[in-house]
C-alpha cells in the first residue's frame, strides 16, 4: 500500500522528468497523472482531457470530490481545472493546500505538447485564475494511520505495542486482538510493516493492570456489527 508520504514523495522527485505514459501527442498534464497512478497504485484513467477526470476518477479507490466552499484539496490529491475558452482542462499533483491556493506540480502547462514536452515543474495555482478554476480533486487511497477523506471522515487505525507497568512481556493489539511478543525480532517485524504502511513507528504503550485488564475485556468480546 502506499502512504501519503511515499505519494509526496513521488511527486517531489518527479519535478524536470518528463513523462509521456500514452505515448501519444508528447508529455500532456494527463500523462504526469496516470504516470503517478500507475506507479504508485497499479491503475490509470482513461479520458481524452484533464476534464475527463471529473467522471473518470472514481476507480481503484481513487474518490473524486466536487469543489465546494470551505472545502480544500491534500497533499497527494490530484488537481482538476476548468479553462475558460478550452475543451481539455488541466490537471497536476498537489504538494499542499490553503484557503487560496495550491503548491502543485504539473506537466504541459503552457499547453505546447507535443511541439515542446515541458518537464514537471513546482508552481502555485489559485482556485480562482484569470484563466480558470478549481473544479475538483481526487482523493487517492492512501494507506494511512489518520486518513482524511473528505475533509470531514477520519479512519483511524490502532495498531499498537504495549506492556504493562513493572512487566517484560509486551502485547501487539490490531484494533481488536491482543497477541504476546514471543521473540524481540517480532517486534521489528511489525514495526517495520507498520512503518512502510503509515509513515512512522507504531506507538508504544505502558499500562497499569486495571487499564490492561479492561483492554483485554474488550478484545475478548464478540463483534456485533
Request: net charge neutral.
Amino acid at each position: 500500500m502506499t502512504t501519503q508520504a511515499q505519494g509526496l514523495q513521488w511527486i517531489n522527485n518527479s519535478i524536470g522528468k518528463t513523462y509521456d505514459f500514452d505515448g501519444f501527442a508528447g508529455a500532456q498534464c494527463f500523462d504526469l497523472i496516470n504516470s503517478y497512478a500507475f506507479e504508485l497504485f497499479s491503475t490509470s484513467f482513461p479520458g481524452a482531457g484533464a476534464i475527463d477526470l471529473l467522471s473518470t476518477g472514481n476507480r481503484a479507490g481513487f474518490k473524486v470530490i466536487n469543489q465546494t466552499v470551505n472545502s480544500y484539496p491534500k497533499p497527494g490529491d490530484i488537481f482538476i481545472m476548468e479553462i475558460y475558452g478550452s475543451q481539455w482542462g488541466h490537471t497536476g499533483l498537489i504538494l499542499s493546500a490553503d484557503t487560496a491556493g495550491m503548491w502543485v506540480v504539473d506537466q504541459n502547462f503552457k499547453g505546447t505538447a507535443p511541439t515542446i514536452n515541458y518537464p514537471a515543474e513546482k508552481r502555485y495555482i489559485k482556485y480562482l485564475e484569470s484563466y480558470g478554476k478549481l473544479a475538483g480533486w481526487i482523493h487517492p487511497p492512501f494507506s494511512s494511520s489518520l486518513e482524511e477523506e473528505d475533509g470531514t471522515k477520519k479512519n483511524t487505525k490502532m495498531q499498537c505495542f504495549f506492556r504493562v507497568t513493572n512487566e517484560s512481556l509486551v502485547y501487539y493489539f490490531d484494533g481488536k486482538r491482543l497477541t504476546p511478543i514471543g521473540n524481540p525480532d517480532e517486534i521489528n517485524i511489525l514495526n517495520d510493516i507498520y512503518k512502510a504502511n503509515n509513515g512512522k513507528a507504531m506507538p508504544s504503550f505502558v499500562l497499569d493492570k486495571p487499564w490492561f485488564v479492561r483492554l483485554s475485556d474488550v478484545a475478548k468480546r464478540n463483534v456485533l456489527i
